[in-house]
């Protein structure tokens, strides 16, 4: 059991490139999230969806958009990379329920230069 | 969302209990507590959580005040491997994430 699978695991990107980091999960959550954890942080808010066909911002969403293709899968996108956004970016998935655990993967190392 | 507020950091001995305070004194009647703790290197795992009574699992217990304004999770014998940094979260909806603060860094010493 997979569980939360994230790609790529470690990515160098210059100033204002482009790219997309992709997160599945094969649980059949309903719930999924990114999240960014910069040196001596704890997680922050990126974006999330609740269900399906809905995306939500999170504390910190400028600079990136997601797209939920489908139950499975949400994916991350940086449009025009700066180095603020160097970072560990995390993604989680769970049930819609306060009583139930998250998942998380195990993060993609992000460099901007 | 209601705050938790914990110690920055902590230190144990090896082999010995461990207990790791969490205070959220403005939690409501429907939230959830949940533990989650952080390795080096690597993402979020979740520990354990409950919302009234004291709850065991094979990783921890959790216990909560009577009157549910704080919380302890307890680790039973610490060992190397529990050296995380540990988030005390209040969870009061089923559809909204979960809020990370800076938790408690747990060092164990041999």
């Known amino acids: 059991n997979a569980g939360v699978t994230q790609t790529p695991k470690f990515q160098v990107l210059k100033t204002g490139q482009s790219m997309t980091l992709q997160c599945a999960q094969d649980m059949n959550h309903n719930s999924m999230y990114w999240y960014r954890q910069d040196p001596g942080m704890g997680l922050r808010l990126i974006y999330y969806?609740?269900?399906?066909?809905?995306?939500d911002k999170g504390e910190v969403p400028n600079g990136y958009n997601v797209s939920r293709l489908n139950k499975r899968e949400f994916s991350l996108r940086l449009e025009s990379a700066a180095p603020s956004q160097t970072s560990v970016y995390f993604c989680?998935?769970?049930?819609?329920?306060?009583?139930?655990?998250?998942?998380f993967g195990q993060g993609t190392r992000l460099t901007v230069v | 969302d209601a705050k938790t507020t914990q110690p920055n950091s902590m230190e144990s001995n090896e082999e010995e209990p461990v207990h790791l305070p969490c205070n959220h004194s403005t939690i409501s009647g429907t939230d959830y507590i949940h533990w989650y703790r952080q390795l080096p290197s690597q993402g979020p795992e979740y520990v354990i959580h409950?919302?009234?009574s004291n709850v065991n699992n094979r990783m921890a217990s959790l216990a909560i005040a009577e009157d549910r304004k704080s919380s302890t999770l307890i680790l039973h014998r610490a060992t190397l491997r529990d050296a995380a940094v540990y988030y005390c979260i209040l969870k009061f909806s089923g559809n909204t994430p979960l809020v990370f603060g800076k938790g408690t860094r747990l060092s164990v010493i041999a």
């Open positions: 969806s609740a269900s399906e066909g809905t995306t």
């Open positions: 409950g919302l009234t």
């Open positions: 989680a998935s769970s049930e819609i329920s306060r009583n139930t655990e998250a998942f």
